[in-house]
T-cell receptor, first 116, second 114 residues
Framework: DAGVIQSPRHEVTEMGQEVTLRCKPI?????LFWYRQTMMRGLELLIY????????DSGMPEDRFSAKMPNASFSTLKIQPSEPRDSAVYFC??????????????FGSGTRLTVV | DQQVKQNSPSLSVQEGRISILNCDYT??????FLWYKKYPAEGPTFLIS?????DKNEDGRFTVFLNKSAKHLSLHIVPSQPGDSAVYFC?????????????FGKGITLSVRP
């Protein structure tokens, strides 16, 4: 298995531009999570899906952020318009419900976003 | 409000000695705890977990201890090796039935000196 695949690995964009981050979870996993890592706040949960349905989006910081999971093998996190304070590393993770408690999630390598 | 706290941002240890990484939590509903390890430019990877019905879980050089009354857990690495140098995240979850999520601390950077 190739693991959780995120693209792009690095993204540099100008303030005000739209940014789309992509994630392919591990095949067969029924949970998908989007996290953001910053020095100040550590790893923050933004939103998570179960069987492609958003369950909890309370961590999404503002209306500028949106996430979709149109099918079991693909999810996007979109920021529109982007701002410099959105600069962070964004991680996608997936898991099986049966493994969630004992093994947690499998994370992707992350997308490092820089908004200038 | 940080429900999972890793108050020491960094730790430096000599190779061969014990590394002790601490974690505190505030939510008494948490009943499962995990440690993740993260190398630069990679995602966090699962290391070890413990259920609240236990007070210790061991896996090779890694042991996690849980003190529920103090809402405290610790990760012991013995002996420490240079390859253990990484950021370590403590995480916790509570049993909410079908839907469960992890709450992470800010992480501790461990440096193991050769």
């Amino acid at each position: 298995d190739a693991g959780v695949i995120q693209s792009p690995r690095h993204e540099v964009t100008e303030m005000g531009q739209e940014v789309t981050l992509r994630c392919k979870p591990i095949s067969g996993h029924d949970y998908l999570f989007w996290y953001r890592q910053t020095m100040m706040r550590g790893l923050e949960l933004l939103i998570y899906f179960n069987n492609n349905v958003p369950i909890d989006d309370s961590g999404m910081p503002e209306d500028r952020f949106s996430a979709k999971m149109p099918n079991a093998s693909f999810s996007t996190l979109k920021i529109q318009p982007s701002e410099p304070r959105d600069s962070a590393v964004y991680f996608c993770a997936s898991s099986l419900w049966q493994q969630l408690r004992d093994y947690g999630y499998t994370f992707g390598s992350g997308t490092r976003l820089t908004v200038v | 409000d940080q429900q999972v706290k890793q108050n020491s941002p960094s730790l430096s240890v000599q190779e061969g000695r014990i590394s002790i990484l601490n974690c505190d939590y505030t939510n008494s509903m948490f009943d499962y705890f995990l440690w993740y390890k993260k190398y630069p430019a990679e995602g966090p990877t699962f290391l070890i977990s413990i259920s609240s019905i236990k007070d210790k879980n061991e896996d090779g050089r890694f042991t996690v201890f849980l003190n529920k009354s103090a809402k405290h857990l610790s990760l012991h690495i013995v002996p420490s090796q240079p390859g253990d140098s990484a950021v370590y995240f403590c995480a916790a979850s509570r049993n909410t039935g079908a839907n469960s999520k992890l709450t992470f601390g800010k992480g501790i950077t461990l440096s193991v000196r050769p």
